[in-house]
């Protein structure tokens, strides 16, 4: 090689390799290939999901401009309801006729999309709360259009779309007076706050899942509330006579049915023991412990045969869900036996046509000693 030569470096010339450049937005094309599935099936929500289903969209991508061409036929222009350019279609949910009947199909349609694309949940969350964030541009009939797609949407149990996210921009005061927490009934005005009213009124305006839908959250909410309370009380070991009081007072306030206060009674009453990882002694005497300790309690309001019978379910199923406490359900039952909250007839009735079927062979032949110890001294008497 002469010394005017340049040197050179042998091997192969590796390529610089290009950053991955994204593909531009194109919501508008979306919107418009989604608006012609309408179009080409007219309107039927059967034959539109089929056509969905077999597309080559990107649902993952615009998953919100979907929903848009859902509920309002097209594309919205950023920040409104207005239509924005493009196709539109006339099958949306606000052109739906205002009837459960109406608007039912159009929930089901989205139920099968979402189990087919469940990432797009978060996109119908998205444009429902942006739809209710917008109510005061809505007429009076589409309003209610969304109130009962609302209601439909989460009495159908729409893929587990979260109530209290979608409502969370109602919260703002130019929406509604008061403010939303964990209950719909927030939603009233204040003079009108009653669960009699918001039965009332939304029963008439055909909306009965949502009547129930707020019913069973009251319902919830108290029970809770009443465990709480009680939680309390028996983990600091208060008078029993109080504890009493204070169950009769959230009974009254909150109409809860006898068997659910025999129930939580129950649970408040075990969850206060201290288990033993181990010692099954040692939890079997814990747990009489205890049931000896509040048998008044118990006793204030398992005041029946049906109620006892509710009480006796209730420890079979913790015997049975609870490894530790599936060797005690006879020395419980005999506790509470002595102790008068469960009556002999109870017991027998029990043991010869209980109908929950968990664990109950073992049970049943635990408990065998004691029902025999309890039809001979029936026989002696």
Not at 257 to 280: F, T, Y
Request: charged share 30%; net charge negative.
């Amino acid at each position: 090689m002469s010394s005017k030569e340049k040197p050179t470096l042998g091997g192969t010339r590796i390529k610089t390799r290009k950053r991955n450049i994204a593909a531009p937005l194109d919501p508008a094309a979306f919107a418009d290939a989604v608006v012609q599935i309408y179009l080409d099936n007219a309107g039927d929500l059967e034959l539109i999901a089929k056509s969905i289903e077999s597309s080559d969209l990107n649902f993952s991508r615009y998953g919100d401009t979907f929903f848009e061409v859902v509920f309002t036929g097209g594309r919205t222009q950023p920040g409104t309801i207005k239509p924005d350019e493009g196709e539109r279609h006339p099958y949306s949910v606000i052109e739906c006729e205002a009837k459960r009947e109406a608007i039912l199909p159009s929930v089901i349609y989205i139920q099968k999309i979402l189990r087919r694309r469940p990432f797009l949940i978060k996109n119908l969350e998205n444009v429902m709360q942006r739809l209710l964030q917008s109510l005061e541009l809505f007429e009076d009939n589409e309003r209610k259009k969304l109130a009962i797609f609302t209601a439909l949407a989460f009495s159908q149990k729409l893929s587990g779309l979260p109530p209290e996210t979608v409502f969370q921009p109602l919260h703002k005061d130019n929406l509604v007076r008061g403010k939303i927490e964990d209950n719909l009934l927030d939603f009233f005005p204040s003079a009108k706050r009653s669960a009699e009213g918001f039965s009332e009124h939304f029963t008439k305006a055909g909306l009965v899942p949502l009547v129930e839908y707020n019913e069973k959250k009251i319902f919830e909410v108290k029970l809770k509330e009443m465990k709480s309370a009680l939680t309390t009380q028996i983990a600091e070991e208060s008078d029993i006579s109080e504890v009493i009081e204070t169950v009769k007072q959230r009974v009254k306030d909150a109409k809860l049915p006898d068997i659910e206060v025999v129930r939580i009674l129950w649970d408040v009453i075990m969850d206060a023991v201290q288990w033993s990882g181990k010692n099954q002694q040692q939890n079997a005497n814990s747990a009489l412990r205890q049931v000896k300790t509040w048998s008044k309690l118990l006793n204030s309001y398992c005041t029946s045969g049906k109620l006892e019978l509710e009480l006796m379910y209730k420890v079979q199923m913790q015997c049975y869900e609870d490894a530790k406490l599936m060797k005690l359900f006879p020395e419980i039952v005999r506790s509470l036996y002595e102790e008068d909250v469960l009556a002999e007839d109870t017991i027998l009735y029990w043991f010869r046509k209980g109908t929950n079927p968990k664990g109950r062979q073992t049970f049943v032949k635990a408990l065998e000693p004691f029902v025999k110890w309890l039809e001979e001294a029936e026989e002696e008497e």
